[in-house]
C-alpha cells in the first residue's frame, strides 16, 4: 500500500470515528476533573458543554507566548489548535500572539498544524525552526503581516530547555555565516521583524551566536496518541 493510500485510509478512519455517535471527547465535570464520554453521556451527566480543546483555548489571552510540539502532525496538539481558529472565527479572540515551533507543526498543502492559525492580527509574532509546512502562515509573513524569525531547528530544541531553566539564552557557532548570523540577516524573515533574538559575541577570541531566551506563557503538548 503506496504512502498516500494509507494516509487516506488513516484520515477517512478518523473522520468516521469522529462522526461516530459513540466518539469519545474530553470533557470537565462538575468537579472540574478532566473525564472521557461521548456528547450525550456529556450532555446527560451535566459536564462541561466546552470540549477540552475548548477549555484550554480559553485559557490564552491576548498577546500570550504559545510553543507547540510535534513534527508534521505527530503529537501536535490539533484539538485546541482547532478551538483557537473557531474563537478567533468567532470574534472570541485571542490575538497577537507569539507563537514558537522547533519541528514542523503542520501538512504542506493542507491548513492543519499551525496554519489553521493563519489570520492577520491573531498571529503577531512567529518564531520557528521548520516553516515549509505551514504555507498559509508563511504568506502572511512574506506580505508582512506578521513579525517572523526563521532559527535553527536544533537551537530552538536547546532554547526551550534553557528558558525552562530560566538561563538567558544559547550560546553556539550553529548559524554563523549564514543567514541567521545578525551581520547578515539576524535570521528575520521579512521587513516588519526588526528587534534583534541573535547576537554576535566573542568569547576567548572566537565568534559565537547568542540567541536570546524570551518568556513562553503557554505550552500545548499532545500526550494522547
Known amino acids: 500500500q503506496t504512502f498516500g493510500a494509507l494516509e487516506l485510509a488513516v ?35 451535566g459536564y ?14 491576548d498577546g500570550d507566548t504559545v510553543a507547540f510540539s510535534g513534527f508534521g502532525l505527530a503529537c501536535v496538539n490539533q484539538e485546541v489548535i482547532a478551538a483557537l481558529e473557531e474563537r478567533w472565527l468567532a470574534g472570541q479572540g485571542p490575538r497577537d500572539l507569539t507563537i514558537v515551533n522547533s519541528s514542523a507543526v503542520g501538512a504542506r498543502g493542507k491548513r492543519e498544524g499551525l496554519g489553521k492559525l493563519s489570520y492577520e492580527g491573531l498571529v503577531k509574532r512567529w518564531i520557528g525552526g521548520i516553516m515549509s509546512a505551514s504555507p498559509a502562515l508563511g504568506q502572511l509573513a512574506a506580505d508582512n503581516k506578521l513579525e517572523c524569525y ?5 537551537v530552538m530544541t536547546a532554547l526551550y530547555r534553557e528558558i525552562a531553566a530560566h538561563r538567558p539564552g544559547v ?22 521583524t526588526t528587534e534583534d533574538l541573535v547576537s554576535l559575541i566573542e568569547l576567548d577570541g572566537e565568534e559565537y551566536l547568542y540567541y536570546r531566551g524570551f518568556p513562553i506563557d503557554v505550552g500545548l503538548i499532545r500526550g494522547t496518541y
Not at 462541561?48 to 489571552?61: E, M, Q, V
Open 11 to 45: 484520515d477517512g478512519s478518523a473522520a468516521s470515528t469522529k462522526d461516530s455517535a459513540d466518539a469519545l471527547y474530553y470533557w470537565i465535570d462538575a468537579s472540574g476533573n478532566l473525564v472521557q464520554a461521548t456528547k450525550d453521556q456529556a450532555a446527560a451527566l
Open 48 to 61: 462541561s458543554t466546552l470540549a477540552i480543546g475548548d477549555h484550554t483555548a480559553a485559557l490564552i489571552k
Open 150 to 154: 526563521n532559527l535553527p531547528q536544533g
Open 171 to 192: 550560546v553556539t557557532k550553529v548559524g554563523l555565516g549564514t543567514f541567521v548570523d545578525p551581520r547578515i540577516e539576524g535570521a528575520k524573515v521579512n521587513d516588519v
